[in-house]
């Protein structure tokens, strides 16, 4: 075992995945693929998507890859900003919209 | 203003030291046996197609990834008796195409002279136009009328659709002055369908990347010059930015060298190799000697061919059959898509 629980080195190794259960790796890298196509959407809108969404999942392997990504596909780094406070936005709204279930739950009990 | 590695005596003004780095870094993936692999090697001349004259390395400005290392301070100029030359080259063969490069080219006293000699040879030229020298002085203002007047096809870089992207590699103020000078060349006509005045656009990475598809970026630069400032042209060219000269300065300086040489060889793409330009293209450099392609020019490696290395010798049978000149940046012409002068070689 390394050191650390992430290593930068460690997504180039992605498609290593598949050596312990290469079925399912194939599926879902070629839905990957896919997805990330030119479609209804633009490869370079589902970029900054992606960068957005790795965020908010944490993922560093994902920001290392999008942050390149989106930058390359030229997005500038206030648009990049932008969408990072979009995903911002959503993980604070999530948590503050369940208050509400707090209040409903305090209003219930108090008196 | 920013003095070229040449005035600054920096290590990397000498080819040799630029080589010794390039081989240094992936010994054990040379481009040769890259190409043996695939059994491309050795890499030969398909026939030329094409004369790309670099006329000088005097340039208004003083790009941070210039392979030439160009800008206002260097002198060296081509003379018209080099032009002449050419011109005996051009009119002794079938050579459809001249693409005439820089720095800037428009900088060389006997620019329009020579452009009009070619032309009257009845043979297609390119000019590598930077876009800002139209405005650089009023001498220049009429460059458009003049590219029309001579059917010059303009081939300009421009590295963004916005201020940002244009200026951090091109130089403050680049970027407001070629957008006027691309509503100048779209004034005279350039760019409009069915006017046969082609005006292609040319991308190139501003940073140490690979650049994204060309046809999803020429759609998107369509549609925002058009939009932003209502202006249109024919194609974009995506070009990589070769691991020489300046840039290679900037990826050495900023700590990308490695991961950019490692990304250039890994992203080999064997498709590329047989659209390559070094293999219907001759450079000629500013004092006639003759070469593959500008990068290996500027790496001063001259063509295989020693009888025939200089444009007062040109042997157009020899140099239609030559073995081309390898060496580790030719990775950046078969990376990904590929690249060549024309943008993208590979889908």
């Known amino acids: ?111 | 203003m920013i003095k070229s590695l040449k005035v600054l005596h920096h290590p990397l003004a000498e080819p040799l030291n630029q080589l010794e780095i390039l081989e240094a870094h992936s010994k054990d993936t040379s481009f040769r046996e890259k190409l043996g692999l695939y059994g491309m090697f050795p890499l030969r001349s398909s026939g030329i197609d094409i004369l790309q004259i670099n006329v000088g390395k005097m340039c208004n400005q003083t790009c941070k990834h210039c392979h030439v290392d160009a800008g206002p301070d260097r002198k060296e100029i081509m003379s018209r008796q080099t032009m002449e030359q050419c011109l005996e080259v051009l009119k002794n063969s079938d050579i459809g195409t001249v693409d005439l490069t820089g720095g800037a080219p428009e900088l060389n006293p006997d620019f329009r002279w020579f452009v009009e000699e070619i032309k009257k040879l009845g043979k297609h030229v390119i000019v590598r136009c930077n876009l800002t020298i139209i405005l650089a002085n009023k001498r220049f203002h009429d460059l458009p009328g003049f590219f029309k007047e001579n059917k010059v096809e303009v081939v300009s870089s421009l590295p963004g659709f916005t201020r940002d992207r244009t200026d951090r590699q091109r130089g403050d103020g680049v970027f407001e002055d070629s957008i006027k000078a691309l509503q100048m060349l779209n004034q005279v006509g350039y760019g409009a369908e069915g006017s046969g005045l082609v005006l292609n656009l040319v991308y190139n990475p501003a940073g140490a990347f690979l650049p994204p598809a060309q046809l999803a970026l020429e759609k998107e630069y369509k549609a925002e010059l058009l939009s932003r400032y209502n202006i249109i042209f024919n194609s974009l060219y995506a070009i990589t930015n070769m691991p020489v000269s300046r840039y290679l300065d900037y990826l050495l300086s900023s700590g990308n060298y490695e991961r950019y040489m490692d990304k250039l060889i890994s992203a080999f793409n064997p498709a590329a190799v047989s659209n390559l330009m070094c293999r219907n293209t001759i450079s000629v450099g500013w004092d006639g000697y003759l070469y593959d392609c500008d990068f290996n020019q500027m790496l001063e490696l001259q063509v295989s061919t020693e009888k025939s290395r200089h444009i007062s010798e040109f042997d157009l049978q020899a140099l239609s059959n030559r073995s081309i000149v390898l060496k580790q940046h030719c990775f950046g012409c078969t990376a990904g898509a590929g690249s060549s002068c024309g943008g993208s070689i590979a889908d």
């Open chain 1, 1 to 111: 075992m390394s050191n650390h629980y992430y290593n930068a080195e460690d997504l180039a190794k992605f498609g290593n995945v598949a050596e312990y259960q290469k079925e399912m790796a194939d599926k879902f890298f070629s839905y990957y693929g896919e997805v990330f196509k030119e479609g209804h959407l633009t490869a370079k809108e589902k970029s900054l998507i992606a960068l957005a969404v790795a965020h908010a999942v944490q993922c560093p392997y994902c920001i290392d890859a999008y942050s390149s990504d989106a930058f390359e596909k030229g997005y500038s780094e206030s648009q990049m900003m932008e969408a990072v406070h979009v995903a911002s936005a959503i993980k604070g709204g999530a948590v503050l919209v369940h208050g509400v279930q707090m209040m409903n739950k305090v209003k219930e009990i108090g008196m």
